[in-house]
């Protein structure tokens, strides 16, 4: 469903009305290119060599003074007296980031030797990070990658420094050192998943649909699962990204089996999408309702995946990423059942991560998507909806292929440091952190 406001908001009538009328202005985010120039600051002393990693972005440094990036090591921030230095560096900047432009913090990893002063500083950069996220306004976004070492995070700050990361804004990224992270494959090759198997389930429509189509564009070859019912639309899809559909209902006892008999090259990328939501409150909630949720959007993940680990089925280096929701994050009301099972993907997640990179450098993250501009999200009763579409730092529902484009970076070769996190699609929704 189309949203009208923003069209409004971006005519000239429309801007001088809503202006006028103290209405919300949220901004066309640029989902093409990023216009202008990158701006590289520090705030204490670091110790990281960024120049190489940077360069290979694609962004020219600034020199009009309007930077469409803005990266701020802050590694070496460790007391109050060097965070001082974060606001020296931003505070005459910031007005000038281009519109949908990006500020990305780079932070030490939070480590509990640290001595206090340090931890204190280092956790201050979230709260810093996401405050700015609500105020800096026209389409720009701003996060806070924790890293070691720059080339292993490479993949991550190309992505956060692209168009492809326009809906993602406030979030604390966890990039690990690069031991153990297979990047066969170039962060800046266009078609880094050339030769690789993905299974996408959900993905006759929506956001899995978007997902299918961006990996395809990557050049994978593409698996659509989706049920029975939906299998037309699988197949067309599948036949338009030279892949294949899969017609199965996810929450079949033996999906994982029948998964593995239609790849037997393995999988290299397994995105859990499927996904359904039956609202109630808990008072006048059915247990199917309940049970139907947690299976479809829990259960199945677990079972298939276990199966898909136990047959050898994920590859080598291979990428897992399941669709959690902010709904699950911060809980929602009438969803007790849906909020459950995405919390639920969370768990998963963060235990299953350090296992799998430990055992055959396979990384397991998830997506957790805000308000989309789905079928999902038409359904929803109009008020709430608008509610929905508005209430983040850029003042507007995500498209599918925001979803779509954060999955191919989790996705993407050189991501194998890049483990155990569930990273917010949302447009730094206000539910939640
Ligand atoms: N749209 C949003 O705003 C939003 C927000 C947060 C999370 N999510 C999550 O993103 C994922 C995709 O959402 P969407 O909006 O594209 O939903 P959608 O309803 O448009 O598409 C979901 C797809 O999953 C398929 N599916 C459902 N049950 C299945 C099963 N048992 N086996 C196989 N396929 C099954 C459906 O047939 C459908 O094609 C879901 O996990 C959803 O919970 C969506």
Known sequence: MADRYLSFTGTAPGRFLTRRLGLPQPAQLRRDALTGGLLHLTAGKTDLDLASVLDRTGLAPDTDGHPAAVVLDATGVRDVDTLAEVHAALHPVVRSVATSGRVVVLGAPLD????????????????????????????????????????????????????????????????????????????????????????????????????????????????????????????????????????????????????????????DVLVHNAGITRDRRLANMPAERWSSVLDVNLASVLRTTDALLAAGAVNRGGRIVATASIAGLAGNAGQTNYGASKAGIAGLVRSLAPRALAGHGVTVNAVAPGFIETKMTAAVPLFIREAGRRMNSLGQGGLPLDVAETTAWLAHPASGAVNGQVVRVCGQSLLGA
């Open 112 to 267: 509990p030797a640290d001595h206090h002063h340090q931890a204190a500083a280092q956790q201050a950069l979230e709260g810093f990070t996401r405050s700015l996220g609500k105020e800096i306004g026209r389409g720009r976004t701003v996060n806070l990658v924790r890293l070691t070492d720059a080339p292993a995070a490479e993949s991550t700050l190309r992505f956060l420094l692209s168009p492809a990361s326009a809906y993602v804004s406030g979030q604390v990224i966890e990039v690990g050192p690069a031991a153990g992270s297979p990047t066969a494959v170039p962060d800046d090759a266009e078609l880094p998943l050339a030769g690789r198997t993905a299974l996408v389930t959900g993905a006759a429509r929506g956001i899995g649909a978007a997902v299918a189509g961006t990996l395809a564009g990557r050049g994978a070859r593409v698996v659509v699962l989706d049920v029975p019912q939906a299998g037309q639309e699988a197949r067309r899809l599948a036949e338009r990204l030279g892949g294949t559909a899969l017609a199965l209902d996810i929450t079949a006892t033996d999906a994982g089996e029948r998964i593995a008999a239609a790849v037997p090259g393995g999988l």
